[in-house]
């Protein structure tokens, strides 16, 4: 079935270490999100890329960075993980012009 | 504003009971979708409404689009736990991008 696949599941990282999350998908969409969520909150949008046009939110932090090397694969990286950037992670991806998004099962990060 | 506001943002509700769950906004959006979050997935997309005055039914949900395109409704008839999860409504964010916009939320909890 294709799908939006993200490893891994649950993360554990320190306070101040690097951190990658991925994302991949077997949908061919070509745009590809990531989002915060924090305890049953709405999802909040970090960045998204147009194909290999990078929109940046204006109020996501310069820790968070994302690279999308194909249309299949995109990674976020955070370069120096705080207390407050636990939260869950999602992916999701569309096929433009649709607005409908079609969502990873979302990475769980813990920062210890 | 582009706000979607839910309501109520937490329900807890024994299973056989029915529901309603509502997303407003002050201006009008094109076309507006619903999707369920169940506890550590990502969201999954349950529905897209584009036509004012529209209903929907998907088995014991049912969505509707106001008449004025501002407001929607989702309403569960006999909920069962497997029910529960975070319920969310998202318009397009319109322009050139293909972002959305997420209501507050709805978090549900039925118990058996």
């Known amino acids: 079935d294709a799908m939006v696949i993200q490893n891994p599941r649950y993360q554990v990282t320190q306070f101040g270490k690097p951190v990658t999350l991925s994302c991949s998908q077997t949908l061919n969409h070509n745009v590809m999100y990531w989002y915060q969520q924090k305890s049953s909150q709405a999802p909040k949008l970090l960045f998204h890329y147009y194909d290999k046009d990078f929109n940046n939110e204006a109020d996501t932090p310069d820790n968070f960075q994302s690279r999308r090397p194909n249309t299949s694969f995109c990674f976020l990286d955070i370069r120096s993980p705080g207390l407050g950037d636990a939260a869950m992670y999602l992916c999701?991806?569309?096929?433009?012009?649709?607005?409908?998004?079609?969502f990873g099962p979302g990475t769980r990060l813990t920062v210890t | 504003t582009q706000l979607l506001e839910q309501s109520p943002q937490f329900l807890s509700i024994q299973e056989g009971e029915n529901l309603t769950v509502y997303c407003n906004s002050s201006?009008?959006?094109?076309?507006l979708q619903w999707y369920r979050q169940e506890p550590g997935e990502g969201p999954v997309l349950l529905v897209t409404?584009?036509?004012?005055?529209e209903v929907k039914k998907l088995k014991r949900l049912t969505f509707q689009f106001g008449d004025a395109r501002k407001d929607s409704s989702l309403h569960i008839t006999a909920a069962q736990p497997g029910d529960t999860g975070l319920y969310l409504c998202?318009?397009?964010?319109?322009?050139?991008?293909?972002?959305?916009?997420f209501g507050t939320g709805t978090l549900l909890a039925v118990q058996p």
């Open positions: 999701a991806t569309s096929s433009f012009p649709s607005y409908e998004q079609y």
């Open positions: 201006s009008v959006f094109s076309s």
């Open positions: 998202a318009r397009a964010s319109g322009g050139a991008t293909n972002k959305l916009i």
């Open positions: 409404v584009v036509t004012g005055g």
